[in-house]
């Protein structure tokens, strides 16, 4: 078996611990109204990869990977807390294939189920099987991710199409955005496991690395492949996202490029068709912003790299094997 | 000086000390797109009401007031991030007389500062200066109440105009709705102040009848007085809510009066007129909604009234006050 099957496997196993949780703390038939559209929402599928990295991280650092079932379920929910708003905020109707859940149940259910879904998160921290010192803590640091994604969020939201995007501009939107939140099952399977303050405070480094690297992939997945809408590509060209080909191509553009660029980016999204998107494609290939991305990718891949070279030896190989594959799988 | 402006001044003292911490919490400056939507909202006024409930209940019971600083900051910080994403989910575009946040900085920022508050708000909880038991109980106790709160909105978006709500029904709504967060700021004191648990019991189940009651005198005022959104009457019946005087008349209405009412609640509410508004007016009158509503909230007030009774005499003058404030004071 290569180690990258047996990475997937030992996930997967690992997510599977997740499911009974999840049920357990969103039963299905409990709220009206509520239940049903988290449930059309969770079971879309998604790997819970974030809190099986959770729970393999607690384990890495010899702690009880029961203890951390509910701090990893919390993760899971908020992700898909994220998931749900953030579809509203930029106005996306598909996600795996199918309706987004303010598209099938109106925006104001799509709003409260988040809502809801964070109150249950917060529950479900308070009820882990540890001191009460370190739910404290685990709070806390569940508090400090959210507060920064979004923070990335208002950037992303609010620098659509803007003239003046630097590249160091949008590093610092993914980071705070997923880097954040992708470190926080690691942080806090290393917070329950006691591992030392220097590896915590690694751990959160290295996610942040990984999440903007995994960023950067999804931005260019976008263009090829399709972020599961139907198989539609350009999406963020149709939103006018800063995307790292964004930032990258209004750098690199001259003043007729720019021009273009911003005109097309600024359209509404109704009003942006094929034709500009293919415009935007073929600037990018011109200006090689693809080819910056598979670069800027890289060199984070290689500070992640770095990062882990400063972690106990025996944890070494596993943290380069999930940042590899958090970082080559697509989504 | 009579009791109940005795009573206004010392809520508006414990309102004051709230302000520093919201400042310190939530700085001005601090984050890119989302401070500035925060204070637009924060400084339309409120009179800090809920947070200064929990303030005085605190001292109430012997606890000291510094220590509940945080959490009834918490308490407020909810407050309003529920009335941003309510006035989003329910198409308000005016509150206390100003654009509501998603009227003027649309629904993505609305959502995510929302958001954003309500990380602001647990980590606020945490850093109060108690102990890490106290702190776990009180997000235990913030988680409830929002989900509740959240369970009621569900029920509040999603029985619009629908023929078969009963008085329960809404009884159920605004004591989920309104009622639980009502008693939020209450039952945290009591838990800072050492309170015996019968006590706190008490004063959630109090905090629940001044809640409901509460929002009945709301929804008569939203035909009287208006809801501070520019003067306009009859919102409810525009947004077609299930308020306690729709409750009321969908019961006691014959065939011809129900098919009436529902038609103009269902109706979008853009479509909703002046002359269906006076319609409705009329059928609530001819009903007797209006004495059926104020009856309902004169029943909940001695209810509340009898749990007093159950709590120490040396609490029970304050208790009444309070009541008596938050439910004929107007909003």
């Not at 001191?131 to 994604?149: N, P």
């Not at 996610?207 to 492949?225: K, S, V």
């Amino acid at each position: 078996m290569s180690a990258r099957s047996s990475l997937e496997s030992r996930l997967a196993q690992a997510a599977a611990l997740i499911e009974p949780v999840l049920e357990r703390v969103l039963p299905r038939e409990r709220d009206l109204f509520i239940s049903e559209a988290v449930w059309y929402h969770m079971r879309t599928g998604g790997k819970h990869i974030r809190p099986a990295i959770c729970l393999l991280t607690c384990g890495q650092f010899g702690g009880e990977v029961g203890s951390a079932l509910n701090f990893a379920a919390a993760v899971e929910i908020l992700h898909n807390v994220l998931l749900i708003h953030d579809d509203l905020e930029d106005g996306d109707t598909m996600r795996r294939d199918q309706q987004t859940v303010w598209a099938r149940f109106g925006a104001g259910n799509a709003i409260n189920v988040g809502d809801y879904m964070l109150a249950v998160a917060l529950k479900t921290i308070m009820d882990s099987p540890i001191s009460d010192a370190k739910r404290v803590r685990l709070a806390r640091v569940f508090s400090d991710a959210f507060q920064d994604t979004c923070r990335g969020q208002a950037l992303d939201i609010n620098w659509r199409g803007i003239a003046s995007i630097v590249v160091d501009d949008y590093l610092k939107l993914v980071t705070l955005k997923t880097g954040r939140y992708m470190a926080l099952g690691m942080v806090g399977g290393g917070i329950i496991a006691d591992a030392d303050e220097g590896v915590i405070e690694l751990l959160g480094e290295l996610g942040q690395r990984m999440g903007a690297a995994f960023q950067i992939r999804d931005d260019t997945i976008d263009l090829t492949f399709g972020k599961g809408r139907g198989g539609v590509t350009g999406n963020d060209i149709r939103e006018g996202k800063s995307s790292i080909l964004y930032a990258h191509a209004i750098c690199a553009a001259d003043a007729a490029q720019k021009r273009e660029l911003i005109r097309i980016m600024v359209k509404p999204r109704a009003e942006t068709d094929d034709a500009d998107v293919e415009k935007v494609r073929s600037l990018y290939r011109e200006l090689g912003s693809m080819e910056f991305a598979e670069r800027k990718a890289r060199a984070l891949v290689e500070d992640a790299f770095q990062i882990i070279e400063r972690l106990p030896p025996s944890n070494r190989e596993f943290f380069r094997e999930i940042t590899d594959y958090m970082v080559s799988r697509s989504k």
